[in-house]
């Protein structure tokens, strides 16, 4: 069977082992889920991308994007066979970016965003693509160029945590000229990443090569310098005169199950990091995880290219309440894991070590405080699961030692409180995000959460009354509209920054087709069914009402492109300029 339709992959093409049957004999634990793309691979990927967006309409995938990469910018540059420039363009807004390419959501985010799935078509596989341009840079030329150093500027800042949000921090804080030194624990860089995300995803590379770009940026590292107690903290604060928190969450929730001391019963955290650290354990033929987040599926989908012949999710609410992405449960299932809802585990049974769980049945009550509906226990239904292995994911504990140690400081729940504009907490001068205030959601997230901090770190150094940042500064997206197009003329031409949109009225035979494909509404038909354009500045570009009509009424240029196009029905061809 051919995998390509027109010179393109088709959804075969791109399958990854997450699709495949995971067997012991064909993959490995440190298999990687997306393996990287070749250069033809890359190229003909890079080519199916519509090119959205505008100045004042940036395309939807850049809009979803927690760290604001200009994601077709980039794909554009590896259409020109320019991964340098590709890699430029992400690292700029993001310095984790070959990480984020191996870790984040993408079916969640930038290509859920993709305009070409909402058409019936795969999205672009913006982070193998993503991956691809940063490898490129950091793996095989080095670790890419930085910016050079800019003047110095009288600014200490002490960064507490080398994971995603305080890199993140640290990166943007030095390219401003501040002196940044981190502060981690442990003796190498990543915090979660590097230890808690399954191997299948991402090990050490990229990170020790991000972490080396950050330091020719002139940041300053310690390895092994934990903070045990608040005198630790005074010492690194007397010689800052910011701190940035990016201390994560701390160990798994212990559920107090009786049985847990048993041999085989193991917690998330410690379960991945034994196994990225090289001591990996031997989990049986039958591995149960008990959770229902991400982390969960991790654990699940990692036993399975351990060996384990069954591996169980088992979950105490429905697969509607499970927080874990809708396309990781999807992957897990067709790799075969089972899924036990509705089922509540009580303890662990075993002489020497784990043989089986005691589950209970549950049914759904009322909500609870996170708004999901709680589990009831059906008295007089247990029953037991023969497990080899059990691995329990539910969650980190909060890290509430900092209220302690940070005059001041406040918690929102479980997390500290920080404002969402500026990431200062209710200390002037500590900062915070990542895991400690989001309560653990995405390395992308974090990444953001330290950029944000590290501009509300900045205006607090530079303006004698602390950070004021108007929220105005917070939105890159113009909100401005114009007024709908006079309905007269038969040629309208629509021009908005760089996008030209010429529309031949005179064909147009009212079927609605272009109204209901486009992504971001801005087309219509007047009171003679004829189209119109409604506000051109909120057109990304994206050619898709010139794809679909089917009388050629629409034509598209973008102009300050290096390869100017006109998109017609018939598809997509190469002009100089608007046609005639």
Not at 159 to 169: D, E, K, R, S, T
Request: hydrophobic letters at 35%.
């Amino acid at each position: 069977m051919n995998d390509y339709t027109d010179g393109l992959p088709s959804s075969s093409a791109f399958l990854t082992t997450s699709y495949r049957d995971i067997h012991p004999s064909r993959v490995t634990v440190f298999d990687e889920l997306n393996p990287l793309l070749t250069p033809d691979a890359a190229y003909t990927e890079a080519l199916r991308c519509l090119e959205c967006g505008s100045e004042d309409a940036p395309a939807p995938c850049t809009v979803v994007c927690p760290s604001d990469i200009d994601v077709a910018g980039f794909i554009a540059a590896l259409a020109r066979n320019d991964p340098r420039h590709a890699a430029e363009i992400i690292m700029s807004e993001n310095p984790l970016g070959g990480t984020c390419a191996r870790v984040c959501p993408t079916e969640e985010l930038c290509e859920g965003a993709c305009v070409l799935e909402e058409r019936g078509r795969r999205p672009v596989s913006v982070g193998r693509l993503q991956r691809y341009a940063t490898d490129k840079v950091l793996l095989s030329e080095g670790h890419g160029e930085t910016r050079p150093l800019p003047e110095a500027k009288s600014g200490r800042v002490a960064v507490i945590g080398a994971g995603p949000a305080g890199l993140a921090c640290a990166a943007q804080l030095a390219q401003q000229g501040y002196r940044v030194t981190v502060y981690e624990a442990r003796s190498e860089p990543g915090g979660l990443v590097r230890f808690a995300i399954a191997p299948y995803r991402i090990m050490k590379t990229p990170l020790t090569e991000e972490m080396a770009r950050i330091a020719q940026m002139g940041v300053t590292f310690r390895f092994n310098y934990p903070i045990t107690c608040k005198e630790d903290l005074e010492t690194i604060e007397k010689n800052a005169d910011a701190v940035f928190l990016g201390v994560g969450l701390g160990n798994d929730i212990n559920a107090g199950y009786p049985g847990s001391q048993l041999p085989g019963v193991w917690a998330s955290l410690q379960f991945i990091e034994h196994i990225k650290t090289g001591r990996i354990p031997s989990v049986g033929n039958r591995v149960a995880v008990i959770g229902g987040g991400n982390t969960a599926i991790d654990v699940a989908r990692e036993a399975k290219r351990m060996g384990a012949q069954e591996v169980t999710i088992v979950y105490r609410r429905t697969e509607s309440e499970m927080p874990a992405y809708r396309a990781e449960t999807e992957a897990a299932r067709m790799e075969g894991i089972r899924f036990l809802w509705l089922t509540v585990p009580l303890r662990f049974l075993g002489h020497d070590r784990l043989q089986s769980i005691e589950c209970r049945y549950a049914r759904l009550g009322s909500p609870d405080e996170s708004g999901r509906r709680y589990p009831e226990p059906i008295e007089g239904s247990e029953f037991e699961i023969e497990v080899d292995t059990a691995v329990l994911a539910a969650g980190q504990q909060p890290r509430r030692e900092w209220v302690e140690w940070v005059p001041g400081l406040t918690m929102s729940g479980k997390h500290i409180r920080v404002n969402p504009h500026t990431g200062q907490t209710s200390h002037p001068k500590f900062f915070a995000g990542g895991d400690a205030v989001n309560g653990g959601t995405t390395v992308v997230q974090a990444v953001r959460e330290g950029k944000i901090a590290a501009v509300g770190i900045q205006h607090f150094l530079e303006l004698s009354d602390g950070p004021t940042i108007d929220d105005s500064q917070t939105s890159s997206v113009s909100q401005t509209s114009s007024a709908p197009a006079p309905l007269s003329p038969t040629m309208l031409y629509k021009q908005h920054e760089d996008v030209i949109l010429a529309v031949n009225r005179s064909w147009c035979k009212g079927c609605n087709i272009c109204v209901e494909h486009c992504p971001t509404s801005i087309l219509a038909l007047d009171d003679s069914q004829l189209v119109y354009v409604t506000d051109i500045s909120r057109c990304i570009a994206c050619g898709i009402c010139a794809v679909f009509c089917p009388d050629f009424v629409f034509s598209l240029n973008v102009a300050d492109t290096i390869a100017p196009v006109a998109l017609w029905a018939g598809g997509i061809r190469q002009n100089s300029g608007l046609a005639d």
